[in-house]
């Protein structure tokens, strides 16, 4: 072809992102999409989110949150989801959460992400397969890491998704162990953060890991002990 036909959204790249991301607001653009524009006017064009809001009409909350989908993500993140290996809902309503509730690791999401990205997977499936591999045991991390994703799929399918069945005293069981194991996840996140701490923290922090430290034998005795139960069952 010696010409190729062009429409110009605008005298810059700026404006052209701009004015492409106005008119998403009646065409199609995912959100994913979205995202990656707004990274661009930030970092690139260097343009503050109180510019892109009053450019777009939009809230700051809108352009906020599309500003840190993308500045979280690492570059492997980015790139199944973009290559539509990863389904973008699951990571942005399910993977998420566990980073800003649970404290997961970066890095284990994204290990996480890498190991079910083009396997097909609904939502739903990976919702199931996330809660397993964040909260469960080790041997669960590794069934998906080693690609038996399949198998995993079913193990975790066993389970009840409610408590429904359970009596009082086993739900709140349930619940203690869920927040328990929460917890565990949370510390040992933070705990490795190599950031300077004060001579306070530090004081307080000994004392509270001593008491941890008393009662860690007997705590996962009981626990053993609940498991091998349980596995009876």
């Keep these: 072809m010696g010409t190729v036909p062009y429409n110009s959204l605008g005298q810059d790249e700026a404006g052209g992102i701009v004015a492409l991301l106005r008119m998403s607001n009646t065409r199609s653009l995912s959100?994913?999409?979205?995202?990656?524009f707004i990274d661009e006017l930030r970092n690139v064009q260097n343009l503050s989110v109180a510019e892109i809001a009053e450019l777009l009409s939009?809230?700051?909350?809108?352009?906020?949150?599309?500003?840190?989908?993308?500045?979280?993500?690492s570059?492997?993140?980015?790139?199944?989801?973009?290559?539509?290996?990863f389904p973008v809902y699951a990571y942005m309503y399910t993977?998420?959460?566990?980073?800003?509730?649970?404290?997961?690791?970066?890095?284990?999401?994204?290990?996480?992400?890498?190991a079910l990205s083009g396997k097909r997977l609904s939502v739903r499936?990976?919702?199931?397969?996330?809660?397993?591999?964040?909260?469960?045991?080790?041997?669960?991390?590794?069934?998906?890491q080693s690609g038996h994703v399949a198998?995993?799929?079913?193990?975790?399918?066993?389970?009840?998704?409610?408590?429904?069945?359970?009596?009082?005293?086993?739900r709140g069981l349930l619940r203690d162990l869920e927040i328990?194991?929460?917890?565990?996840?949370?510390?040992m996140g933070k705990a490795q953060d190599r950031r300077p701490l004060t001579r306070v923290f530090h004081a307080q922090a000994?004392?509270?890991?001593?008491?941890?430290?008393?009662?860690?034998s007997a705590f996962f005795q009981c626990v053993r002990r609940l498991h091998d139960r349980t596995g009876q069952a």
């Excluded at 998420?96 to 996480?112: D, I, T, Y």
């Excluded at 328990?180 to 510390?187: E, I, L």
């Design 31 to 36: 959100i994913l999409e979205q995202a990656g």
């Design 58 to 73: 939009r809230s700051k909350g809108w352009v906020s949150m599309r500003a840190g989908l993308i500045g979280e993500m």
């Design 75 to 85: 570059q492997t993140i980015r790139s199944k989801l973009f290559a539509g290996a």
């Design 95 to 114: 993977l998420r959460r566990f980073m800003r509730m649970n404290g997961v690791a970066k890095a284990e999401v994204e290990r996480f992400v890498v």
């Design 125 to 144: 499936d990976i919702e199931q397969l996330a809660h397993g591999y964040f909260r469960g045991p080790e041997s669960f991390r590794e069934q998906i």
């Design 151 to 170: 198998a995993a799929l079913r193990r975790v399918r066993q389970v009840p998704e409610d408590a429904r069945g359970c009596n009082a005293f086993e």
């Design 180 to 187: 328990a194991g929460k917890y565990m996840q949370r510390v």
């Design 206 to 216: 000994n004392l509270l890991c001593a008491g941890i430290l008393s009662r860690a």
